[in-house]
């Protein structure tokens, strides 16, 4: 009798699954979601990128993990809420979820070769999850932005040995007093300031890493001589340093790369800024406040916006470029006045500056306004743009992040008062 | 295969049936030797019982399979029987018959439910279908209890070997789960058991040769998986199994030769 009973009962839960099961239950036990940042069609070669997969699990249970299609420029690297060799459990119907760290670092050698790999992470369920890594590692491009020419020299560059060679110039109507300029986190944008009429010229990149026609950022109300410019880790917010009126200004990006609304903030004491950089977690913007001799952190919200800064000490001489490596743990800060490049140790809490070592190794540097970017803590390129020297110096790092030697560079001698650069 | 088996063995008892009665009609009138021999058939409604069972993807996922509906098409047998102690056992009121028989049984139908991912009602994103065939051939002893005029009842219990075949397939529900996921076709496969029978049955008395009888057969069938073919690279530690169980009644017809 109560077996009839609770067949009765399973009977009639049964219908009733069946009935709102398309609408409820439609639900897959395990899932992955990403990658963030999206692939990019193309990687350069030299240059190393981090996505993230997240992993969902809505199983009430540890589930464990092994991860297959991981070999040659795609390798698993930890990252933050890292998945491990675990997925850990749904807490009843609330999941859990977990990251899984991609890096992407194509050689030089594989320059053209697709590359088609299935990243398949096995959890012990039905089928392994799956997702395509798909890309065509292409020729690393340096973009210099020309002063003097107004226009845009491109140049491939073996970031392995950090040579740069076949510059072509690049030129948009658009241009006009160029100053810095940087790419998107995918590669297919380059942002370049024009500090003459106070506007952002966003130039789409083709394939093969060279710009294309240029479009007039829309929204130009926030822009007072931008001299500095940057662009979020997930792509989605745009600050420059508003060299004239010493503000920031922060824009949105959106899903087509364009400029957004942007606003004018003043963080904190700003004077002359002439440069802007976010580490890789984008929770930290470091500026090179040009007229104080001092370098800035300010916190990033969640909402993009800067909240109040820290100032280091006067110790950097009229600082015009600004970089980070991707540990977070090393400024690069030219000095225009002293034709130096301090490498700063980065500090947790409110003295965040550490000790700063200033160099010119060889005597190289004539920065006037150049500003610098990195290549995956291996070199410093550092744009020349006093003195008419017209050059780029690539400076090799050592293992604790310091300058050894700056050679400098003007392959087809399309350098004109270089003052930013930039790497795709 | 299964069919096949079935069919054959049929065929057999059939023919030797067959020979019998003609040597009975060949030979003189005093008692043969065949003449405690009988040939029977009969079909009927079936109803086949199964549990719920659980599907075994890894040792990380067990899922349910739970029965909604079992869709039968019925049953049939057909055997061979030899009454014993016929020259003394008619002269009891009682157990006044013991007919021995070797009888081939065939049912089929369809088993249709759910499955629950880990064994959760949150992950009901699939429903199954197993379609399955048992053939068993089985000794039957048949002692009758008493009789009545021309009516009859005797006891059926019987043992003897079962060949389940059933065959499994997966029908993706959720919308937003991949299709590849599903397991699409297990192939059928043979499992050979020991099966058990026992129920009661009556015989009408039509002529002196010829009976009318009515049979309910609770069968134990023992259990059936199937193949474990991977579909769709499916990972799977091991092929659902299902328990066979038959409840059958039987109308049919016997002739003593």
Same mark, same amino acid.
């Given at each position: 009798?109560?077996?009839?009973?609770?067949?009765?009962?399973?009977?009639?839960?049964?219908?009733?699954?069946?009935?709102?099961?398309?609408?409820?239950?439609?639900?897959?036990?395990?899932?992955?979601?990403?990658?963030?940042?999206?692939?990019?069609?193309?990687?350069?070669?030299?240059?190393?990128?981090?996505?993230?997969?997240?992993?969902?699990?809505?199983?009430?249970? *540890?589930?464990?993990? /092994?991860?297959?299609?991981?070999?040659?420029?795609?390798?698993?690297?930890?990252?933050?809420?890292? *998945?491990?060799?675990?997925?850990?459990?749904?807490?009843?119907?609330?999941?859990?979820?977990?990251?899984?760290?991609?890096?992407?670092?194509?050689?030089?050698?594989?320059?053209?070769?697709?590359?088609?790999?299935?990243?398949?992470?096995?959890?012990?369920?039905?089928?392994?999850?799956?997702?395509?890594?798909?890309?065509?590692?292409?020729?690393?491009?340096?973009?210099?932005?020309?002063?003097?020419?107004?226009?845009?020299?491109?140049?491939?560059?073996?970031?392995?040995?950090?040579?740069?060679?076949?510059?072509?110039?690049?030129?948009?109507?658009?241009?006009?007093?160029?100053?810095?300029?940087?790419?998107?986190?995918?590669?297919?944008?380059?942002?370049?300031?024009?500090?003459?009429?106070?506007?952002?010229?966003?130039?789409?990149?083709?394939?093969?890493?060279?710009?294309?026609? *240029?479009?007039?950022?829309?929204?130009?109300?926030?822009?007072?001589?931008?001299?500095?410019?940057?662009?979020?880790?997930?792509?989605?917010?745009?600050?420059? /340093?508003?060299?004239?009126?010493?503000?920031?200004?922060?824009?949105?990006?959106?899903? /087509?790369?364009?400029?957004?609304?942007?606003?004018?903030?003043?963080?904190?004491?700003?004077?002359?800024?002439?440069?802007?950089?976010?580490?890789?977690?984008?929770?930290?913007?470091?500026?090179?406040?040009?007229?104080?001799?001092?370098?800035?952190?300010?916190?990033?919200?969640?909402?993009?916006?800067?909240?109040?800064?820290?100032?280091?000490?006067?110790?950097?001489?009229?600082?015009?470029?600004?970089?980070?490596?991707?540990?977070?743990?090393?400024?690069?800060?030219?000095?225009?006045?002293?034709?130096?490049?301090?490498? *700063?140790?980065?500090?947790?809490?409110?003295?965040?500056?550490?000790?700063?070592?200033?160099?010119?190794?060889?005597?190289?540097?004539?920065?006037?306004?150049?500003?610098?970017?990195?290549?995956?803590?291996?070199?410093?390129?550092?744009?020349?743009?006093?003195?008419?020297?017209?050059?780029?110096?690539?400076?090799?790092?050592?293992?604790?992040?310091?300058?050894?030697?700056?050679?400098?560079?003007?392959?087809?001698?399309?350098?004109?008062?270089?003052?930013?650069?930039?790497?795709? | 295969?299964?069919?096949?088996?079935?069919?054959?063995?049929?065929?057999?008892?059939?023919?030797?049936?067959?020979?019998?009665?003609?040597?009975?009609? %060949?030979?003189?009138?005093?008692?043969?030797?065949?003449?405690?021999?009988?040939?029977?058939?009969?079909?009927?409604?079936?109803?086949?019982?199964?549990?719920?069972?659980?599907?075994?993807?890894?040792?990380?996922?067990?899922?349910?399979?739970?029965?909604?509906?079992?869709?039968?098409?019925?049953?049939?047998?057909?055997?061979?029987?030899?009454?014993?102690?016929?020259?003394?056992?008619?002269?009891?009121?009682?157990?006044?018959?013991?007919?021995?028989?070797?009888?081939?049984?065939?049912?089929?139908?369809?088993?249709?439910?759910?499955?629950?991912?880990?064994?959760?009602?949150?992950?009901?994103?699939?429903?199954?279908?197993?379609?399955?065939?048992?053939?068993?051939? %089985?000794?039957?002893?048949?002692?009758?209890?008493?009789?009545?005029?021309?009516?009859?009842?005797?006891?059926?219990?019987?043992?003897?070997?079962?060949?389940?075949?059933?065959?499994?397939?997966?029908?993706?529900?959720?919308?937003?789960?991949?299709?590849?996921?599903?397991?699409?076709?297990?192939?059928?496969?043979?499992?050979?058991?020991?099966?058990?029978?026992?129920?009661?049955?009556?015989?009408?008395?039509?002529?002196?040769?010829?009976?009318?009888?009515?049979?309910?057969?609770?069968?134990?069938?023992?259990?059936?998986?199937?193949?474990?073919?991977?579909?769709?690279?499916?990972?799977?530690?091991?092929?659902?199994?299902?328990?066979?169980?038959?409840?059958?009644?039987?109308?049919?017809?016997?002739?003593?030769?």
């Amino acid at each position: 009798m109560n077996k009839d009973i609770f067949m009765n009962m399973k009977s009639v839960f049964m219908l009733i699954s069946l009935l709102v099961s398309p609408l409820v239950f439609a639900i897959q036990p395990v899932t992955m979601s990403g990658p963030i940042p999206a692939l990019s069609p193309t990687y350069s070669a030299g240059s190393s990128h981090t996505v993230i997969y997240t992993i969902t699990n809505r199983v009430p249970k *540890c589930l464990p993990i /092994t991860v297959e299609g991981i070999s040659g420029s795609v390798r698993r690297i930890p990252v933050p809420n890292d *998945c491990g060799a675990f997925l850990p459990p749904a807490l009843g119907t609330i999941p859990s979820t977990c990251n899984l760290g991609i890096s992407i670092s194509p050689t030089q050698a594989g320059v053209g070769l697709p590359v088609n790999q299935i990243l398949q992470v096995n959890y012990q369920g039905r089928r392994p999850l799956q997702a395509l890594i798909s890309f065509i590692p292409r020729q690393s491009v340096i973009y210099v932005s020309n002063f003097g020419s107004g226009n845009v020299s491109q140049c491939f560059v073996n970031l392995e040995t950090g040579i740069i060679s076949q510059c072509s110039v690049f030129s948009d109507p658009s241009f006009l007093g160029i100053s810095d300029l940087t790419v998107s986190p995918s590669g297919k944008f380059v942002y370049v300031t024009n500090i003459s009429n106070s506007t952002i010229s966003e130039c789409p990149v083709q394939a093969n890493g060279m710009l294309s026609a *240029c479009t007039v950022s829309s929204d130009n109300g926030a822009f007072v001589g931008p001299s500095g410019i940057t662009v979020n880790h997930a792509g989605t917010f745009f600050y420059a /340093t508003n060299f004239f009126d010493s503000t920031i200004a922060v824009c949105s990006i959106n899903s /087509t790369g364009r400029l957004g609304p942007c606003t004018q903030t003043i963080p904190g004491p700003l004077v002359q800024p002439n440069d802007i950089i976010l580490n890789s977690q984008d929770t930290f913007a470091y500026i090179a406040n040009n007229g104080a001799n001092t370098v800035l952190r300010c916190p990033v919200e969640a909402n993009g916006s800067l909240g109040l800064c820290t100032q280091s000490d006067p110790i950097f001489s009229s600082p015009t470029g600004i970089t980070i490596n991707s540990e977070g743990t090393k400024l690069y800060v030219n000095n225009a006045g002293t034709n130096t490049v301090s490498v *700063c140790s980065i500090l947790p809490g409110t003295n965040f500056l550490g000790s700063c070592i200033s160099s010119n190794p060889g005597g190289t540097f004539n920065i006037a306004f150049g500003k610098n970017t990195l290549q995956s803590g291996s070199f410093l390129f550092v744009a020349n743009a006093g003195g008419g020297v017209n050059t780029v110096s690539v400076c090799s790092l050592n293992s604790q992040g310091g300058l050894i030697a700056c050679p400098t560079t003007n392959p087809n001698s399309t350098f004109s008062i270089p003052e930013g650069v930039a790497l795709n | 295969m299964n069919q096949k088996v079935g069919s054959k063995i049929a065929c057999l008892i059939l023919w030797g049936a067959a020979m019998l009665v003609q040597a009975g009609t %060949m030979g003189p009138s005093t008692r043969a030797w065949y003449t405690d021999f009988e040939i029977s058939g009969a079909g009927g409604p079936n109803w086949f019982r199964t549990d719920d069972t659980t599907l075994i993807i890894s040792p990380f996922e067990t899922d349910s399979n739970l029965i909604k509906t079992v869709s039968n098409r019925g049953a049939w047998k057909v055997g061979i029987g030899y009454y014993f102690f016929e020259d003394w056992l008619p002269t009891w009121n009682y157990l006044n018959h013991l007919l021995f028989e070797v009888n081939v049984y065939q049912i089929s139908g369809t088993i249709k439910g759910a499955v629950w991912q880990y064994q959760l009602p949150q992950f009901y994103n699939y429903n199954f279908r197993a379609p399955f065939t048992s053939t068993r051939l %089985m000794f039957d002893f048949k002692p009758y209890l008493f009789a009545w005029n021309r009516i009859s009842s005797y006891l059926i219990l019987g043992v003897g070997p079962t060949w389940n075949t059933i065959s499994y397939r997966e029908k993706l529900i959720a919308p937003d789960v991949p299709a590849d996921t599903t397991l699409a076709f297990l192939d059928k496969y043979t499992s050979t058991r020991v099966a058990g029978d026992v129920g009661v049955g009556l015989s009408v008395n039509l002529t002196r040769s010829l009976s009318l009888t009515a049979e309910y057969v609770y069968g134990f069938l023992g259990n059936s998986s199937s193949a474990n073919s991977p579909t769709y690279g499916v990972l799977l530690a091991d092929a659902p199994s299902f328990s066979f169980k038959t409840q059958t009644l039987l109308f049919g017809l016997s002739l003593k030769l």
